[in-house]
C-alpha cells in the first residue's frame, strides 16, 4: 500500500475537498481528543507510531510527484508530542520540498512553528485546529494536545514568516463551544485568512468519551442527535436546520471580519465563500520570502 494517498479514498459525498494527496507519518495520535472521529477506525488509535519504513518509503515514492498539494495530516497529526524527539515529519517535508510539492498542514500543534523553514520554500498552508479560545475547555476536550493560546501564538509567528494560515473551528458542539465570536476577532486581528468550520458528529467511542467528560451537556444534545438527527453512513448528525443555523452564524461572523468560510462534511456547501480547505490560499503562498 502506498505512504502518500489520495485523499478521501472513499469518495464521500459530503466532502467538497479539490483533489489533492495525503500523506500521514504517523498512525494514531496522542492528542487524546474526546470527539475524535479517526479513533472509531484505527485500532488503537492513542498508541501513537510511526509508518513502518516511513522515510524509506517516501524517498521511493516522492521522485513520482509533479508538485502536487500534499496534505499532512487527514487521520493523524502530523506533530504528536513524540515528534519532537523524532523529527520524523520535519525529514519528510525535506522529501517533499526537494520534490517541489505544495503543502497544507492540519494540526493541533504549535510545534509547526519549528519547520517555518521549510514551509517557506515551497507555497504551502497551515491550519490549525482551535475549537474553542478557552484553554480550561480545550483541557477537557483535548487534554493532551498543546493549548489553543499557544496554538494561537505559533498562528501569529507563522503569519509573520509569510505562510498562510487557516483556522478549523471545529467540532462546534451545541452548549460547549457554539459561541465563537471571540475568537474569530482574534483570528482576523493577527492575519488569520480564512475559517472552516463543522459541527460535532457523533460515533459510539466520541460519544462514550463525550458522555463521561461532559455528562450534563450530553443529557441536552441526546435529543438532539437520537431523535432529532440526520444519520449519514456511520455518523449521527444534528439535525439539518440547526447545522445551517450554527454554520450560517460563524459564515456571517467571519465575513464581518473579512475572512473567508468553507464548511467541512456537512452538505451545505452553499455556505461556502471559498474551497472548504483553505486550498485557495497555496496561490497566496510564495517560496522562500514570500508573502500573504
Not at 13 to 41: E, F, I, M, Q, W
Not at 240 to 264: S, T, Y
Request: hydrophobic share 35%; proline share 6%; glycine share 6%.
Amino acid at each position: 500500500m502506498p505512504l502518500i494517498s489520495c485523499f478521501d479514498p472513499w469518495q464521500s459525498g459530503l466532502c467538497t475537498c479539490p483533489k489533492k494527496l495525503t500523506l500521514n507519518p504517523y498512525t494514531g495520535c496522542d492528542h487524546r481528543c474526546v470527539y475524535c472521529y479517526a479513533s472509531s477506525y484505527i485500532v488503537g488509535f492513542s498508541e501513537c507510531k510511526p509508518k513502518k519504513d516511513l522515510l524509506e518509503r517516501l524517498r521511493l515514492e516522492a521522485p513520482k510527484l509533479v508538485g502536487e498539494v500534499i496534505s499532512l495530516s487527514n487521520s493523524s497529526d502530523p506533530y504528536p508530542k513524540t515528534e519532537q524527539y523524532t523529527g520524523l515529519t520535519r525529514r519528510c517535508l525535506e522529501i517533499l520540498v526537494e520534490h517541489n510539492c505544495r503543502i497544507q498542514i492540519i494540526t493541533k500543534s504549535n510545534l509547526v512553528v519549528r519547520d517555518d523553514d521549510l514551509l517557506t520554500q515551497v507555497p504551502s498552508t497551515v491550519a490549525f485546529t482551535i475549537a474553542t479560545d478557552n484553554d480550561q475547555l480545550a483541557k477537557i476536550l483535548e487534554p493532551n494536545a498543546p493549548l489553543p493560546s499557544q496554538r494561537l501564538s505559533a498562528a501569529k509567528d507563522l503569519i509573520k514568516q509569510g505562510i498562510p494560515v487557516l483556522v478549523r473551528i471545529d467540532p462546534i458542539i451545541p452548549f460547549v463551544n457554539d459561541q465563537q465570536q471571540r475568537l474569530i476577532k482574534t483570528l482576523a486581528d493577527i492575519g488569520v485568512k480564512h475559517i472552516t468550520s463543522s459541527t460535532y458528529k457523533v460515533k459510539p467511542d466520541n460519544w462514550q468519551r463525550l458522555s463521561t467528560a461532559l455528562p450534563t451537556v450530553v443529557e441536552k444534545l441526546e435529543r438532539l442527535y437520537f431523535k432529532e438527527g440526520e444519520r449519514v453512513g456511520g455518523n449521527v448528525l444534528l439535525p439539518r436546520d440547526l447545522r445551517l443555523m450554527i454554520l450560517k452564524n460563524v459564515r456571517d461572523l467571519a465575513d464581518a471580519e473579512g475572512l473567508k468560510f468553507g464548511c467541512c462534511r456537512e452538505g451545505l456547501e452553499r455556505l461556502n465563500t471559498a474551497t472548504c480547505d483553505g486550498s485557495w490560499l497555496l496561490s497566496k503562498a510564495g517560496g522562500e520570502g514570500g508573502s500573504v
